[in-house]
């Protein structure tokens, strides 16, 4: 479920206030007691600016001509982007972790119960989260976790918009002051998804070996279905409600 609610917060939406101007600072209690006073600046003649990662495309950035700069190319330039996303691999993320960890719940939480489905299907089920997440955990350590020397990237909010790092994608953006959340989201999703390629992995092996009788059913917690599973005696005489 953790697995799930990153890879969907992946596609978040970022928002700063830009262009603001401290004009004038009020003072007000910073307690309910009124024990102390602090100032707190009045910031104004700003605006929102805002950006989603996930849509991005502006990558490559325009040919910068003489007299212009990466803001305010010469006029004439083309305009930046190459008509694909440039986090594509937030897309992989975004569907492929998201739908492997449904199967995951709903694949897992029945043999957790000890009311599993038949060994093979549940086998199968979990290798498929498996081949998924696996996908994620590849893609996004191909692009944010790839060394490449004098990388473009690009900065919706700061002042000179295209930035060449010889870092990690991913170190970029953690340690960016405005895409820290959309960074340590990605991050976190990773490590999630690597996770559960291990959890899943194993617990397709064990359902395979419990379908061929190879191990217990109370150690895998896979077994085909039956009415003593689910409480109900097989034969004899039935017990109504309220009498033994």
Not at 29 to 43: D, F, I, K, R
Not at 207 to 226: I, L, Q
Request: aromatic content about 16%; charged content about 15%.
């Amino acid at each position: 479920m953790i697995t799930a609610c990153l890879c969907l917060s992946a596609g978040q939406r970022i928002a700063w206030y830009m262009n603001g101007e401290t004009s004038y600072i009020v003072w007000r209690c910073c307690t309910w007691s009124c024990w102390n006073v602090c100032p707190y600046p009045v910031v104004t003649d700003g605006e929102w600016w805002t950006t989603r990662p996930l849509t991005q495309d502006m990558l490559p950035g325009p040919v910068v001509g003489e007299g212009g700069n990466a803001t305010n190319p010469k006029h004439g330039d083309y305009e930046p982007g190459d008509g694909e996303a440039d986090y594509w691999s937030i897309w992989v993320l975004l569907f492929c972790g998201t739908f492997g960890s449904l199967i995951v719940l709903c694949t897992a939480c029945g043999p957790a119960m000890r009311k599993g489905g038949p060994p093979l299907a549940t086998a199968v089920a979990m290798f498929v989260a498996f081949l998924l997440h696996l996908a994620c955990c590849i893609c996004v350590g191909i692009q944010f976790f790839s060394y490449q020397e004098d990388q473009e990237v690009y900065n919706r909010f700061a002042y000179d918009q295209y930035d060449h790092i010889s870092t990690t994608l991913s170190y970029y953006l953690t340690t960016n002051k405005y895409y820290y959340s959309f960074g340590n989201c990605v991050v976190s999703a990773f490590v999630f998804c690597l996770f559960s390629c291990f959890y899943e992995g194993i617990f397709a092996l064990c359902a395979v070996m419990a379908h061929h009788d190879m191990m217990e059913p109370s150690v895998t917690g896979v077994r085909k279905w039956d009415s003593k599973g689910w409480g109900e005696p097989s034969s004899g005489p039935s017990i109504e409600a309220g009498k033994v």
